[in-house]
């Protein structure tokens, strides 16, 4: 407990952009948010008024810092499962606990136990040798989807093998490297939607509208919200989906649960138990953000109405330019909010390097396909400094 203030501290492990803006909301709820970051100059370290330096695998750093906090909670997935566990034996408050978490941390793990639920997914297989992949193939037929159980975002650690030779070529690299592995069946899918709710220990839930997510390079550069032409039944059994595999789990948190759409319906394809990237449109475009939600649940406060407050919204990711851009980030801002001055834009106080997330600028009214434009020219300035005439959605 806070003595200056008499509310609870939060302790999140990471600091990065989503602790940044976790840190945001909690200034709003007159809560002293402490971070764990391993660099003075991360995202989070640069603005929160708490900051400890240490790095999520040294448990006596965890130890240590969740001595002085009453809720443990993370903006990545990272942490040691087994520190997760010592710390909950040892007292701490650990929100999602390390049984949650462990299903965000080993996508074979998460397979497992989301077919047992009975919770559409990609046929999947683990990978122990060469042959397993080989055998899941002659089952499923080529190209299949390799994936490194652990570790893997952002497009990485996900390869497409589309026959013998590329299996030949890198699975044996990667299982000498001890990189764990499974295969799933490559999806014919029409695009990728997510369903984020959040849930309390107390049990109660809440769910946003269902998004579409726009990936090029398995990087996620686009988010519509609600998800165009998903019909009402199959958005709200998207929810309910989603809400279900968080109690089954006990999350306490956010969730979101990335979704393949197909004819068939949907697939879920991966988990992440904190605030996502597809959730950043809920900043300015819902009654609650999911950086505020996470907070109420980690602390077991009523959660907040998820109510979209316009008909649509798209967040923007800005991403790195492939060389420096010819102005300051300062003269960006300038020119962005002289043509666009209803664009809500959120820097994450990162060095430009290629394709790196550098903030995202989020935009809502009455229409997706001008918002999307709005948003694309927008993140396009903030990254490359260079206005194009049109930036076609199609």
Known sequence: ??????????????????????????????????????????????????????????????????????????????VPNEHLRTLAAEGVVVRPGAGALRHAQDKLVMRERLAKLGVPGPAFAAVAEVDDVRKFAAEHGWPVVLKAARGGYDGRGVWMLDGEAATRELVPELLAADTPLLVEARVAMRRELSALVARSPFGQGAAWPVVETVQVNGINTEVLAPAPWLADDAGHAAQDLALRIAAELDVVGVLAVELFDTEAGPLVNELAMRPHNSGHWTMDGARTSQFEQHLRAVLDYPLGSTEPIAP???????????????????????????????????????QERPGRKLGHVNVFGERMEPLRERARLAAHWLSHAEWLDRYSVH
Do not use: W
């Open 1 to 78: 407990m806070d003595t200056r203030t008499g509310l609870p501290v939060v302790g999140m492990v990471g600091g990065g952009q989503l602790a940044r803006m976790t840190h945001q909301a909690a200034i709003a709820l007159g809560q002293s948010l402490r971070v764990l970051a391993a660099g003075e100059n991360d995202s989070a370290g640069l603005v929160a008024g708490e900051v400890v330096q240490g790095h999520h695998t040294d448990l006596a750093a965890l130890r240590s810092f969740a001595a002085g906090v009453d809720v443990l909670t993370f903006d990545h997935e990272h």
């Open 312 to 350: 649509a919204c798209v967040m923007a990711n800005v991403l790195g330019a492939p060389s420096p851009p010819r102005m300051g980030p300062d003269e960006r801002l300038h020119h962005l909010f002289a043509r666009f001055p209803d664009a809500r834009v959120h820097l994450y106080g990162k």
